[in-house]
């Protein structure tokens, strides 16, 4: 398993080995001795488990939780292709408002560890994109809040040859420097207190 840091503090991308045959292919997209070589503990107890299924050029986010309770995700593709973008809106981080993007897809099996309070986006290149993640929390509607993945000023690496589709709720979301002036957005301090509590719930 290869382990990169992310330009967005604390997000992690993992690629691991994919052993082909003639039956196909098996593969393992989380390790956990893996993670806790690169990021010192074991991950967050599982909560919930997500899956999606997306056609070519579907948007989904800027998406986060509202910090409390906050969650931390660990994602890969399972199917199709996308590329999935970490941006981090935690104030206080020593890299607040800057993003990275990883191609995901089931040739390489790239996954991307994001941790608590940062923004998550991804956008399908292909049919039948299949997203799977694990995640620290529970969904909760009211928890869940969105930001402009349009946003001029983040500049999202959106490919010029898609046609957007996007929610309803993703269409009218505000731009990162309204609800940074609004007070609104999580605090990177609270973040990094939050996760290694759940990071602790594993190792007890």
Not at 132 to 153: K, N, T
Not at 163 to 190: C, M, N, Q, W
Request: proline fraction near 8%.
């Amino acid at each position: 398993m290869k382990v990169e840091k992310l330009a967005v503090t604390g997000a992690l991308k993992f690629t691991p080995t994919v052993f082909p045959d003639e039956r196909g292919v098996f593969v393992s997209p989380f390790q956990e001795h893996a993670f806790v070589e690169a990021y010192g503990a074991p991950l967050f107890p599982v909560a919930q488990t997500n899956h999606s299924r997306s056609k070519r050029g579907v948007v989904r986010g800027i998406h986060y939780t509202v910090t409390p309770p906050g969650a931390a995700k660990y994602v890969y593709c399972a199917a199709g292709e996308a590329i999935d973008i970490v941006v981090d809106i935690r104030v206080g981080s020593p890299t607040f408002g800057k993003w990275d993007a990883v191609v995901v897809n089931p040739q390489e099996f790239n996954a991307v560890y994001l941790p608590v309070g940062v923004g998550h986006c991804f956008i399908v290149l292909k049919d039948d994109t299949v997203m799977s993640y694990m995640l620290s929390g529970e969904y909760v509607v009211s928890h869940e809040l969105a930001l402009d993945a349009f946003d001029p000023e983040l500049g999202l690496p959106i490919p010029a040859d898609i046609e957007p589709i996007v929610s309803p709720r993703d269409t009218v979301a505000p731009k990162l420097a309204e609800v940074a002036a609004a007070g609104e957005l999580p605090d990177y301090h609270e973040c990094l207190a939050i996760e290694k509590e759940l990071m602790s719930r594993s190792i007890g």
